[in-house]
């Protein structure tokens, strides 16, 4: 159960607190410090959302940067070893046209 007599006086002192009026503005005081100090911070945590999500797209970008980055070097080592297949196929049909141009041309010194 509670003291009915230290409820009486706990009021009692409450009212006395709330009848000084520096009391008054002072809590007044204090609740707008408080409210000015929650839209601070709710801006910051905004502002800090906000580069969060800047810094999240940006880095989605570099990452689709890297990846066809990626994939032009893969075609490009592709287009290296289809160029290289080529060269060795124009090699070796200009070795088969001299050696058959020496054969035509030793064929023509002997007549």
């Avoid at 800090?48 to 689709?64: D, P, S």
């Amino acid at each position: 159960m509670i003291d009915v007599e230290k409820l009486i006086s706990y009021n009692d002192d409450l009212v006395e607190v709330l009848k000084d009026k520096r009391d008054i503005n002072n809590l007044t005081q204090c609740f707008q410090h408080f409210n000015d100090l929650r839209s601070h911070c709710n801006a910051d945590s905004n502002e800090v959302h906000r580069l969060l999500r800047e810094y999240e797209e940006k880095i989605e970008a570099c990452k689709k940067k890297t990846e066809q980055a990626n994939l032009e070097v893969a075609n490009g080592a592709e287009m290296e070893s289809i160029c290289r297949k080529n060269t060795k196929k124009s090699l070796k049909k200009n070795v088969d046209l001299k050696r058959s141009l020496d054969k035509y041309m030793t064929f023509d010194i002997y007549i």
